[in-house]
């Protein structure tokens, strides 16, 4: 199975992938909104083409680098997801804003449109002043929480201030609200989920509304969460989506009942490096998938990876460079240089430790995509 590849390495089932994008792109389009994904799931400007093609208009970053990696491939409506709140940060920010994508024309050079992410009064300002130092006006977006109780502000008086402050600020320009529901990813039950969906979708168009009423701008009315992609952005007065994870799914998102095992279209590729009476160990440990049993700091998984074939088997322990399947009832014709694949837990984590994905149509090798904007 693929033995010109080393291992242990990324492999993305093309049909697999194709049939995710066109699912997010179908939801979007019969919810009535943008379709903004988030980046941080893939980091590669081949697959973030591909999802333009079946329906993005923009997209969604945590990093100026992939922010970064993006312009440098052509687009040039980012969203930055992460507050900018030091001088160093500022300078990439702006230097992106003046740099944008490669021009169409020497004559006219091309401009980014970067939004970022407000949530404090003393984050406003500091972005203000550094703007205007610069000549710049940055697009902005405030975060509200929605239950996650990450970052942002819950809809109220202390929101619509921040909104206030912003709009008398020269440097800044209020577009919008978002949310992103990560409690999601604890919901025990698909009731609990969709639950969290309609509170994801309810929270920003309420802000959204608060403002509006204070007379200030609200146009943007963001939700970004894979398991609640298909609840959050039915809610009335949502103008766009941001899922991430949705281009491949992986093992946390079989277990919230999100998709089935045949929608994971991201599997690590592996080396049998022993045999024993109890367990088979490969060459892909900690370094190849990372240690999550779950997202945000959720452990809700059994092991670090479901085997599709051979089937049943579960990644059970993890060192660096090895991985662990213990199998009381043995390991059956396993035989040391055989190759086997596994859904991660968590597909971002996975592909932030790897610099290509290997991209196979069934058992061909269909091209290889860097992942270019790992931190």
């Not at 291992?7 to 066109?22: F, G, K, M, Y």
Request: charge should be negative; hydrophobic fraction near 45%; charged fraction near 20%.
């Amino acid at each position: 199975m693929f033995r010109e590849l080393a291992t242990p390495c990324l492999l993305v089932e093309i049909s697999t992938l194709q049939r995710n994008l066109a699912r997010a792109a179908t939801v979007a389009s019969e919810a009535g909104v943008v379709l903004r994904p988030h980046i941080k799931t893939h980091k590669c400007p081949e697959l973030a083409k591909r999802q333009h093609e079946a329906g993005a208009t923009g997209f969604t970053v945590a990093t100026l680098a992939e922010a970064a990696a993006l312009l440098e491939s052509g687009f040039d409506d980012i969203f930055l997801a992460y507050p900018v709140v030091e001088a160093k940060g500022c300078r990439e920010l702006f230097d992106l804003l003046r740099s944008g994508p490669p021009a169409a024309t020497a004559a006219e050079p091309s401009a980014a449109r970067i939004s970022v992410v407000i949530d404090h009064p003393d984050q406003a300002r500091f972005l203000d002043e550094a703007a205007c130092r610069a000549g710049l006006t940055v697009p902005v977006r405030l975060e509200v929480d929605c239950g996650h109780h990450r970052c942002g502000l819950p809809p109220g008086p202390a929101l619509v201030d921040l909104a206030r402050t912003i709009d008398c600020l020269p440097g800044l320009f209020l577009e919008g609200v978002f949310t992103h529901a990560g409690h999601a990813y604890g919901a025990t039950s698909p009731e609990t989920l969709a639950a969290i969906g309609r509170q994801e979708g309810e929270a920003v168009v309420t802000a959204a509304r608060l403002l509006r009423k204070a007379g200030l701008p609200a146009p943007i009315v963001s939700v970004g969460s894979t398991p609640t992609m298909t609840v959050s952005p039915l809610v009335p007065g949502v103008t766009e989506m941001r899922p991430g994870n949705y281009v491949f799914h992986d093992a946390m998102q079989v277990a919230l009942g999100v998709c089935g095992w045949e929608d994971c279209a991201l599997t690590v590729l592996a080396t049998v490096i022993g045999v024993y009476p109890d367990r088979v160990v490969i060459d892909a440990g900690s370094k190849a998938v990372g240690l999550d049993r779950g997202a945000h700091g959720l452990n809700q998984l059994s092991g670090f990876g479901r085997f599709l074939d051979p089937p049943d088997w579960v990644l059970a322990r993890l060192s660096e460079e090895h991985g662990v399947v213990e199998l009381p009832g043995g390991p059956g014709h396993v035989r040391p240089g055989d190759r086997v694949r596994f859904v991660p837990n968590h597909a971002c984590a996975a592909v932030n430790l790897h610099s290509v994905l290997h991209v196979v149509d069934g058992e061909r090798i269909a091209g290889t995509w860097a992942i270019r904007a790992r931190r």
